[in-house]
């Protein structure tokens, strides 16, 4: 079983509309969630930290489920620009070795 | 604005070379990382380095070193490339948020 896993998609979706999707994490001993975006042929760049009561910038939301060992990621009126791979990514213990899940594509359609 | 970067964005080597790879961050960070991603694997940790010539393993060093001589700059070498080791590298450095560079795209035939 993989430590972080993700249903890797594509979800294509219609520009406006609403879209979650979830992480899930194998050791319950995870400290810190993170979700980083990658664009194609880019780079993966923080997204946004989850904290255990939750998170939101602007149209996005990260929410923390510490007893089901989920994390989860909703962005609300979506725009063309947010077409990327979304990584869930989880720190275990404070040295900072980071375990990232496969991520999840995500394309917006006008 | 910060950078991270890297020597080469794609490298094309024979089996049995061997490959340097190089890392350079502007950021005074402490620490560094070495990264593959393979399609449906993620980012798989190779080595990491916490402070200059500290080095510690990740989840798939065999095959791999590295050096860390300087603060900012970390080096990624294959001592002799194997075609399982095509891959891109990303080099990364900071802590939970970490910044990359933007990889190393690496054929080996």
């Known amino acids: 079983r993989k430590e972080v896993e993700q249903d890797p998609g594509p979800f294509n979706v219609p520009e406006g509309a609403t879209v979650a999707f979830n992480c899930t994490y194998s050791n319950s001993a995870s400290q810190s969630f993170f979700w980083y975006r990658q664009d194609c042929r880019k780079e993966p760049k923080l997204l946004m930290s989850v904290y255990s009561s939750g998170n939101e910038d602007g149209r996005f939301t990260a929410q923390l489920n510490r007893a089901s060992q989920y994390i989860s990621l909703l962005i609300r009126d979506s725009k063309l620009s947010d077409s990327a791979t979304y990584l869930c990514?989880?720190?275990?213990?404070?040295?900072?070795?980071?375990?990232w899940g496969a991520g999840t594509k995500l394309i917006i359609k006008p | 604005d910060v950078k991270v970067t890297q020597s080469s964005r794609y490298l094309v080597k024979r089996t049995g070379e061997k490959v340097f790879l190089e890392c350079v961050q502007d950021m005074d960070h402490e620490n560094m990382f070495w990264y593959r991603q393979d399609p449906g694997l993620g980012l798989r940790l190779i080595y990491f380095s916490y402070d200059v010539k500290m080095k510690e393993k990740g989840d798939i060093p065999e095959g791999y070193s590295v050096s860390r001589e300087k603060k900012e700059r970390f080096s990624l070498i294959l001592e002799s490339a194997s075609t399982n080791q095509t891959s891109m590298y990303l080099c990364?450095?900071?802590?939970?948020?970490?910044?990359f560079g933007p990889g190393t795209r690496l054929t080996v035939l």
């Open positions: 990514v989880v720190n275990v213990d404070s040295n900072y070795q980071l375990i």
């Open positions: 990364a450095s900071g802590g939970n948020e970490q910044f």
